[in-house]
């Protein structure tokens, strides 16, 4: 008997590889793994959790604790295409402690462990991720930062009808598909997401949209006094006058960016020249600045500048070694 543990993201892709698995290694140790940025869909927990008990496979739950809000706060910066360190940290590190080190994160969630044939799942384990024939340019950094584990990709390899497998089990496939997005991640908010992405987010999702569009509005505003306030030293403030300002920040933003209030506490900045940060970026003159969520409504639709429809984006989960 051999171990197999499905990378699941709760997405169709990974939902396919779960079926080939399932099908043509029944007797084996199977675990569907899904690393949890606790920023996800509703619809996705109804996904897996459905999935997990018609295909009869254990799944478990692994979490760092934090959503991307809360880690671009741990971190002082405002993740966008070009930089973006939630997948790095809430699932690539998560995954590889535990799979590489044998270290648990800070949550771990079973469902039908009944379905588990032997607790020492990991050892030797094949690894298997959704990637299919779109993507196969993920599959070789993929293999080479998961050595020494095999990785496979059935759907690479295979055809593999997707939609056929959801109605042979009976299971509806996530709501995002069937919003017009591209992938069934983060709810639709993921940082590295391109101008037609976040167009569909805010038609399909707009109270979504407003809501990510304040948390990186809030974010700028702590990521600029907090960088500021940490040069003070060079306008002749003293580090006790510099702390008693960075404990106030913290005291404005931090209980928002945990979602304990709706928004952070007025906060008075010293004096001082500010840079901003975003999310996103624009395409100006050929040349790629900051562009903000805010943009998508008051440089595009009120100044009917072009957008990129096409333009998608994703973070591309897994690409990077830890």
């Not at 509806?172 to 017009?180: C, E, F, M, N």
């Not at 304040?214 to 040069?231: A, K, N, W």
């Amino acid at each position: 008997m051999k171990n197999r543990i499905i990378f699941f993201s709760g997405g169709k892709g990974s939902f396919g590889a779960a079926c080939y698995v399932k099908e043509h290694y029944p007797n084996d140790n199977i675990v569907l793994y899904f690393t949890d940025t606790q920023w996800e869909d509703e619809d996705l927990y109804r996904f897996i959790n459905e999935v997990s008990d018609k295909l009869e496979l254990p799944m478990l739950t692994h979490a760092d604790g934090r959503n991307p809000v809360e880690l671009m706060h741990n971190q002082k910066v405002v993740f966008n295409s070009r930089i973006g360190q939630c997948s790095i940290i809430l699932k690539i590190k998560v995954a590889s402690d535990f799979i590489k080190k044998g270290i648990e994160p800070k949550i771990t969630k079973w469902r039908n462990k009944q379905h588990l044939k032997n607790e020492n799942f990991v050892r030797g384990a094949t690894l298997y991720f959704g990637i299919d024939w779109t993507e196969i340019h993920r599959l070789e950094p993929v293999k080479k930062n998961w050595h020494p584990h095999k990785v496979e990709a059935p759907l690479v390899d295979n055809e593999i009808n997707v939609n056929e497998l959801l109605d042979k089990y009976d299971i509806k496939q996530p709501r995002l598909y069937d919003l017009g997005f591209a992938h069934n991640n983060c709810k639709g908010r993921c940082v590295k997401a391109g101008q037609g992405h976040f167009s569909n987010l805010k038609e399909k999702l707009p109270d979504t949209f407003k809501e990510i569009k304040e948390q990186e509005f809030y974010m700028q505003q702590y990521v600029s006094h907090y960088h500021t306030i940490r040069r003070l030293e060079e306008h002749g403030f003293d580090d006790e006058v510099k702390q008693i300002y960075l404990d106030d920040l913290e005291s404005c933003y931090a209980p928002y960016f945990r979602g304990e209030i709706e928004k952070p506490k007025p906060f008075i900045p010293p004096n001082l020249q500010y840079t901003t940060y975003s999310f996103m970026k624009r395409q100006k003159d050929n040349v790629v600045e900051p562009y903000t969520i805010r943009d998508l409504e008051i440089d595009i639709e009120s100044k009917g500048h072009q957008m990129d429809m096409f333009n998608i984006g994703g973070c591309g989960c897994f690409l990077d070694a830890i």
